[in-house]
Structure formats: structure tokens, C-alpha cells
T-cell receptor, first 113, second 113 residues
Framework: DVKVTQSSRYLVKRTGEKVFLECVQD?????MFWYRQDPGLGLRLIYF???????EKGDIPEGYSVSREKKERFSLILESASTNQTSMYLC????????????FGDGTRLSIL | DAKTTQPNSMESNEEEPVHLPCNHS???????IHWYRQLPSQGPEYVIH???SNVNNRMASLAIAEDRKSSTLILHRATLRDAAVYYC??????????????FGKGTLLTVNP
């Protein structure tokens, strides 16, 4: 089975801090994704990567950046954390090509104080 | 954005079949229909997807209407572990967003013992 592992289940940070969320997948998937999930808003795509060092903006990239130096690892960076970035963050991966199922991690619940 | 309509909630009894409906009247000819589910405190989990024909896998069956404007996810024998939010998604094949899944609010399925 595909395993997508997110480094922390819960994280508490302070406003203005630089925050790193890490995600690792073990199935050699080309595509990796970062979403955030908020009550009433569903899942929204932040960034997507289709290859090492390649990235594309999703629907809500403002305030975030990403890094993909190795195929199995995709990092989400909050450059200067703000309280409106308090959310559940979900990482996913998939094979390349259209209509491949996405496999999700269990999420990181991030609180910015 | 590709839009689907699902009931907010449904209830079932254990070991009975469950039919979860979804309307996707704006679907275009090459858009696939995906179903994911999300158990409490977990990331979404892929269930099934299809284009035109009915599909079966070990988790569920997907029945797609002939005009493709609606579909039904069928759980043949519900168990308590099937209690989750079920998301119906049609993945747009247009432009550069063919990797994107747009999650709506989904249907909260309650399974009674």
C-alpha cells in the first residue's frame, strides 16, 4: 500500500515564525500536492509538484512556498506564519497522468498563536 | 470549477446496502467521476472512479447514469468502519488543471449498529 507520511500530526507555532511542514511518500509517485482543509470550505489546493524541482500554484498559494529537492519529499513552507493559516494541512501523492488516484497523509493540524 | 451536488447526510444500518447519490449536471464528455471518503481524524481515502461504464472494486461499486449527469456510489454491506464523509468529484480535463480535485462538502454517512 502507498504510504504518505506527514512529519507531525499537531504543531503549534507563533505569528511571524517560518514554519516547515514535511511530507514523504514511499511509492515513487511523480505528483505531490499540498491542500488545506477548513470547516465549511472543504479542501483547497495550495501547491502541486509534478517532478523534482517543479511546482505549480494551486488555488490559494499566497503566503506559502514549496520545495521538492527529492522525488519522495515535498515540503510546504509558511514564510511568516499568520493566524489565518491555522488549519489542517494535507499532503497527497499520485502517479503522473490524468485521473490517477491521489493518496493522502493523515494531516497536520497547525495552530498559529 | 467542476461542481457536484450531494445530500448533506445519510443514515444506514450495519450490513445493509448504501446508495450515495451525486449530481454533476455540468460534467463534460472527458471528465472522470471520482469518489473519496474521509474518516474522522484521517486524510481522504480514494474509493473508486469511472468515466462511462459502471465500475466495481473491493471497496464499492460506481453506477453512472447514461447521460453522465449523475452517479451513485454503492456500498454493498455497510459496516461501522464505513462511517465517513463521502466526496463525489468530477475532475475537469480542461486546460492545465487536469490534476486538480475539487472537493465539495460531501455526504456524512452514519452507520447504525
Amino acid at each position: 500500500d502507498v504510504k504518505v507520511t506527514q512529519s507531525s500530526r499537531y504543531l503549534v507555532k507563533r505569528t511571524g515564525e517560518k514554519v516547515f511542514l514535511e511530507c514523504v511518500q514511499d511509492m515513487d509517485h511523480e505528483n505531490m500536492f499540498w491542500y488545506r482543509q477548513d470547516p465549511g470550505l472543504g479542501l483547497r489546493l495550495i501547491y502541486f509538484s509534478y517532478d523534482v524541482k517543479m511546482k505549480e500554484k494551486g488555488d490559494i498559494p499566497e503566503g506559502y512556498s514549496v520545495s521538492r529537492e527529492k522525488k519522495e519529499r515535498f515540503s510546504l513552507i509558511l514564510e511568516s506564519a499568520s493566524t489565518n493559516q491555522t488549519s489542517m494541512y494535507l499532503c497527497a501523492s499520485s502517479l503522473s497522468g490524468f485521473n490517477q488516484p491521489q493518496h493522502f497523509g493523515d494531516g497536520t493540524r497547525l495552530s498559529i498563536l | 470549477d467542476a461542481k457536484t451536488t450531494q445530500p448533506n447526510s445519510m443514515e444506514s444500518n450495519e450490513e445493509e446496502p448504501v446508495h450515495l447519490p451525486c449530481n454533476h449536471s455540468t460534467i463534460s464528455g472527458t471528465d472522470y467521476i471520482h469518489w473519496y471518503r474521509q474518516l474522522p481524524s484521517q486524510g481522504p481515502e480514494y474509493v473508486i472512479h469511472g468515466l462511462t461504464s459502471n465500475v466495481n472494486n473491493r471497496m464499492a461499486s460506481l453506477a453512472i447514469a447514461e447521460d453522465r449527469k449523475s452517479s451513485t456510489l454503492i456500498l454493498h454491506r455497510a459496516t461501522l468502519r464505513d462511517a465517513a464523509v463521502y466526496y463525489c468529484i468530477h475532475q475537469s480535463s480542461s486546460g492545465g488543471s487536469n490534476y486538480k480535485l475539487t472537493f465539495g462538502k460531501g455526504t456524512l454517512l452514519t452507520v447504525n449498529p
